[in-house]
Structure formats: C-alpha cells, structure tokens
C-alpha cells in the first residue's frame, strides 16, 4: 500500500495576503479557492511539479497560530536558479548554504546539501534544498 502526502496546513492571518504571497511570489498553482459559507474558506495552492499541496483558510482547517509552521522543505533540481528567480519576484530568501556532506559523491556539490530558507508574511518558515541525482 502506498501511502502519500498530499496536504499541508499552513496557519496565516490574512487569506488574501497569504495566497498573493504563495501564487505570485512562489509561483503556486491555486487549485481552487472556495467560500463554503460565512467565515468557512479554504485555499489548496500546489508548487509546480509537485505532489503535496498546502492549504490556507479558516473554518475548515485546524486553528493554529499564523506562523507557527516550521520546517517546511521544498526541493529542486538547481538552487542556484530558484534563489534567482525568488529574488526576482522580491521573495526575501537567504544566501544558499551547505549544510552537512553529501553520503555520496555526486556530479554537482550542492546536490543534498545546497539550501536556501525564506518564510511567508506570517512567518512560516520554508527550506529549499538541492536535489538533481538520486542514487
């Protein structure tokens, strides 16, 4: 049996503020946007290429304190051109960083170990790691 993740809470204070930073800044795919009815919404915004998606809203999620996700980590084939192109669309995003040693030798130096870390208007903290081989 397969079992997948496929969404993530993330608690913001501003629905609309939350969604511009998430599909204009990041480039998320808004999946939808709907209103079930008064103080019930729930925004599913998906990063391109990927299976997870997060979810922002109110009334239909689980109350939790805007920024109080942490921890949450992407992955890209080229962090030298994701931290381009975050720069570019005025996401403010770390210098990249080595952390640790790759278990293996692989063709590019950052692949495992190449990061960057920026965090949303509420403060949720996101990490982006390189990954262009697998083993």
């Not at 692949?111 to 870390?117: A, I, K, S």
């Amino acid at each position: 049996m397969n079992w997948t993740l496929e969404v993530v809470i993330v608690p913001v204070s501003d629905i609309d503020r939350a969604k511009d930073f998430y599909s204009q800044r990041l480039g998320f795919v808004v999946d939808h946007d709907t209103k079930i009815g008064d103080g019930i919404r729930i925004v599913q915004l998906t990063p391109p290429g990927s299976g997870c998606s997060i979810v922002i809203g109110e009334g239909a999620v689980p109350k939790m304190e805007p920024g109080s996700q942490q921890g949450l980590q992407l992955v890209v084939p080229d962090i030298r051109k994701a931290h381009a192109e975050l720069a570019a669309r005025g996401v403010e995003v770390s210098d990249i960083q080595i952390l640790g040693q790759s278990p293996t030798p692989m063709p590019d130096p950052l692949d495992n170990v190449g990061f960057l870390f920026f965090t949303d208007p509420d403060g949720n903290g996101w990490a982006v790691q390189q990954i262009s081989t697998r083993p």
